[in-house]
């Protein structure tokens, strides 16, 4: 991309200099800026982007965007002489988010999104492994899913790799809509329709719908591939697949790509597919499902089967995402990056069918807004009948999870309730004992790192 490019792509308020010169990366982090780079300014919680333009040019940067800046003379003089360009604008996520769309016109290779209420981080990362058997592939580094961070992803692919897989994640109405205008896929996926966010979004129906606006932008030729054990996804289904190009997938449901004769062991699993069998290397049910998304993708691109299954098989997961940590005989589960039900709900299975005595360290689950009583009620019932031997839980709303699981039968004295994590982390370093196996899982506002750090 060319500086000339960007003064035709986005609509600005005035440009300082106008130059014409080759971009060699784009980033909004002054730290990371190298020589040619462009800078975005982009305003946060704690910071403003826009502040430091300055810096970027100074740290090599050749060309900035901001908004609404009131630019010095002292600045001006300093952008000219030293043949830099700054271009102000009204709103530079929109800036960002056009100049990905650009980028994304002139990349005519393949793009697989990926969204759902859980399992989406995974399921991508699931898809890349496989897809990296027999292309080269770039992806959404983390969960960079949003307004920002796919746009970020688009514009840092390396245009010698042969396809793009992206995350696409929502808090609201419009917000896919918006991603799958700029990433146009060619496949798209949907993991499940759950309850996260439901507290935005009103109802389960109404994020349905929000998931399914990532079709909006899916190519004409394009497919989707969801997964019809989820109610809602298998009611839409059968009301529309006459109209798109869908591959399905499940393990209960009759689909294209069903899983059977599932073995589960303490850190893995097998399945059979299409009358081949398949080793995920990471234990639990969800990432079967997985498995079989990743399975579907490489069919579509034509992956043979012994490059699907060492795809699976060399899976990793990102970080703090089902993260085993072995010390001193004991399993800690990190599983703290965030939490909702679906996901709270998949970790609790996962840890019900390991060996040794099951902790389960769990907080709040945010944004269910009416529903957040039951729902946490609802984690009370699946802790009894998953058998965990002793429940710790803080926050908001978390006791009702002790509440639900002592009415059901759950042992008093093995319930415990706090109210900061410091009581939680004296607690299981007091009580851990060899062969022990502690799930650690919360929404991330309630810094469950802080846990997992302290009791290692």
């Known amino acids: 991309m060319k500086t000339l490019d960007i003064y035709e792509i986005i609509e600005s308020s005035e440009i300082i200099n106008k130059i014409d010169v080759k971009i060699n990366n784009i980033s909004i982090d002054t730290r990371k800026i190298k020589k040619n780079d462009l800078y975005i300014g982009i305003s946060g919680e704690n910071y403003n982007g826009n502040n430091f333009y300055m810096d970027a040019f100074k740290n090599g940067a050749i060309c900035a965007i901001v908004e609404n800046e009131s630019i010095s003379e002292e600045d001006k003089k300093y952008i000219i002489e030293n043949n830099k360009s700054l271009i102000i604008v009204k709103d530079t996520i929109i800036s960002l988010g056009l100049l990905a769309k650009f980028n994304r016109e002139h990349f005519n290779k393949p793009v697989i999104a990926i969204t759902g209420s859980a399992g989406k981080t995974s399921t991508k990362d699931m898809i890349y492994s496989v897809l990296n058997e027999g292309y080269k592939v770039h992806k959404t580094i983390g969960n960079q899913n949003n307004h920002i961070g796919l746009p970020l992803t688009i514009l840092a692919k390396d245009n010698n790799k042969d396809m793009l897989v ?15 205008n700029i990433a146009k896929p060619n496949v798209a996926v949907i993991t499940n329709v759950g309850t996260a966010h439901i507290g935005n979004l009103g109802s389960r129906e109404n994020i349905l719908k929000a998931k399914l606006e990532i079709i909006e932008g899916l ?25 798109y190009n869908i591959i399905t997938f499940s393990i209960y449901e009759d689909s294209l790509f069903k899983a059977s004769d ?6 893995c699993s097998t399945f059979t597919c299409q009358n081949k069998v398949y080793n995920v290397p990471i ?8 498995a079989l998304a990743a399975i579907c993708v490489g069919s579509i691109f034509n992956l043979s089967y ?8 060399n899976f990793e997961l990102s970080r703090n995402r089902m993260h085993l940590i072995e010390k001193e005989n004991i399993t800690i589960i990190d599983d703290c990056y965030n939490s909702n039900f679906d996901a709270l709900s998949y970790s609790i299975k996962y840890l019900g069918n390991q060996m040794g005595r099951k902790i389960a360290c769990l ?12 729902l946490h009620s609802k984690i009370g019932e699946l802790i009894l009948k998953e058998n965990i031997d002793i429940l710790i839980t803080v926050g908001e709303y978390t006791e009702l999870i002790n509440k639900k699981a ?12 706090f109210d900061n994590n410091k009581e939680a ?32």
Do not use: C, P
């Not at 497919?223 to 109209?243: A, G, S, V």
């Open 406 to 417: 002592i009415e059901l039968g759950f042992k008093q004295n093995n319930s415990y309730h």
């Open 219 to 243: 190519d004409k030729s394009g497919t989707l591939i969801i997964n019809i054990d989820n109610d809602l996804l298998n009611k839409w289904y059968q009301e529309n697949k006459e109209k």
């Open 283 to 290: 234990a639990g049910e969800h990432f079967i499902y997985n």
């Open 306 to 313: 012994e490059k699907i299954k060492r795809g699976i098989e």
């Open 363 to 374: 907080g709040t689950m945010l944004e269910l807004g009416k529903y957040s009583k039951e």
């Open 425 to 456: 982390i004296e607690l299981i370093n007091k009580i851990k004992e060899k062969d022990d196996k502690i799930l650690i899982k919360a929404s991330q506002a309630l810094n469950f790192k802080e846990i997992v750090e302290n009791i290692k």
């Open 262 to 267: 599932i073995k589960m062991q303490d850190n």
């Open 166 to 180: 992206v995350e696409m994640g929502m808090n609201h109405l419009g917000e896919i809509r918006y991603l799958t």
